[in-house]
T-cell receptor, first 111, second 113 residues
């Protein structure tokens, strides 16, 4: 069955530290891949997407993600985290016209 | 400004009431979706539509119903709300072709007492 896995439920980092959020997918063929961010009580905002081509994609708010076919991964990174980055992050995949979401990673940022 | 709107943002009602959650988008998108999200949990697709007069059930069984009479409007209705319906409901839309990214509304947090 198609699935998206985010192994880390909760991550805590200090402001200014680097960040990597993990995402693995299980699909027959490479799906379209997305990262979304959700602040408390809000909807989801698209950070970045991967369809094909360059495996390192740039997104908004200084985020980037790297697609690795051999590892079925699409990890999200940011070189220096800001306190405003504290939120829930969802990885999602789509190859059947419907998004399948991971369970999310809650990011906490300490000053 | 092209956007996707949901009303109300918060709703607290008693058991047995009929409710309609509104979702409208001004982006000209044909495809629209409803997701249910419990606190701290992933999103589950409950309904979707490919265009006017098209509605389909999603992966998560839901007692709610939807309609799509106009392209921009995709309301969700619960005929008789129960405490088990307490959740956040998120509406999304995307283009018919091209990019597969979905754009989300701010959500409606529903509490049924």
């Amino acid at each position: 069955a198609q699935s998206v896995t985010q192994p880390d439920i909760h991550i805590t980092v200090s402001e200014g530290a680097s960040l990597e959020l993990r995402c693995n997918y299980s699909y027959g063929a490479t799906p379209y891949l997305f990262w979304y961010v959700q602040s408390p009580g809000q909807g989801l905002q698209l950070l970045l997407k991967y369809f094909s081509g360059d495996t390192l994609v740039q997104g908004i708010k200084g985020f980037e993600a790297e697609f690795k076919r051999s590892q079925s991964s699409f990890n999200l990174r940011k070189p220096s985290v800001h306190w405003s980055d504290a939120a829930e992050y969802f990885c999602a995949a789509d190859n059947t016209d419907k998004l399948i979401f991971g369970t999310g990673t809650r990011l906490q940022v300490f000053p | 400004e092209a956007d996707i709107y949901q009303t109300p943002r918060y709703l607290v009602i008693g058991t047995g009431k009929k409710i309609t959650l509104e979702c409208s988008q001004t982006m000209g998108h044909d495809k629209m979706y409803w997701y249910q999200q419990d606190p701290g949990m992933e999103l589950h697709l409950i309904h979707y539509s490919y265009g006017v007069n098209s509605t389909e059930k999603g992966d998560l069984s839901s007692e709610s119903t939807v309609s799509r009479i106009r392209t921009e409007h995709f309301p969700l209705t619960l005929e008789s709300a129960r405490p088990s319906h307490t959740s956040q409901y998120l509406c999304a839309s995307r283009q018919l072709a091209g990019g597969h990214e979905q754009f989300f509304g701010p959500g409606t947090r529903l509490t049924v007492l």
